[in-house]
């Protein structure tokens, strides 16, 4: 009977040992309990840890469906100006600026897609003064225009040095301009202010 009680003493102080063991943390200096293991072996674990695919076709299927992806959701934030998953150009809150500031304006400069269409038909019919007349309706548009750009171009440069001082502004005055030749409808992303609003 002692014997069987002294027996279940040291049964339960080896329990108790080993449960102390795993709650203290292990020394530093103290042996991790396991080989280290070969470089080789150890190469072999990171390649198979990668699910690469096993042949070409897999693996341009699977790049294609990530660029799939990843053009939806590029097409729907441009459509629904989510900033997250926007292209790399309309990123930011600088360019945000540019495209409210650019959108919330009248400019006729939207209009010059129509309007050179309108000014081709008269320039084909074969009739000397509507030709005439497309010509200096031409002229005049593109001049127009042109006073129209450096408007625009001046207040958002000014614009952009006041809020935006100290930060890169590079190619945002040209992008706005880019974005005033696209008719509102068209534009994208698509405009988040109405027209007279302040961005």
Do not use: C
Request: without cysteine.
């Amino acid at each position: 009977m002692f014997r069987r009680r002294s027996d279940d003493a040291a049964a339960s102080a080896t329990v108790l040992e080993k449960q102390d063991e795993t709650t203290q943390p292990r020394d530093p200096q103290a042996k991790k309990g396991r080989p280290t293991p070969k470089r080789s072996e150890a190469e072999a674990n990171r390649r198979t840890r990668v699910t690469v695919p096993k042949d070409r076709k897999e693996a341009s299927r699977q790049a294609r469906e990530r660029m799939r992806t990843e053009r939806e959701k590029q097409r729907t934030a441009l459509l629904e100006g989510d900033e997250r998953h926007l292209p790399a150009r309309d990123k930011g809150p600088v360019r945000k600026f540019a495209r409210d500031y650019v959108d919330a304006r009248w400019s006729l400069a939207e209009f010059f897609l129509p309007a050179a269409v309108v000014i081709l038909v008269l320039s084909i019919v074969k009739v000397p003064a509507l030709q005439l007349l497309s010509t200096v309706l031409f002229l005049l548009f593109f001049v127009l225009v042109i006073l129209d750009f450096a408007r625009l171009g001046l207040g958002l440069r000014k614009q952009l040095g006041e809020r935006f001082a100290g930060q890169n502004t590079r190619g945002t005055v040209a992008y706005g301009l880019m974005r005033i030749l696209q008719m509102r409808r068209l534009r994208l992303p698509k405009p988040q202010v109405r027209r007279g609003e302040k961005p």
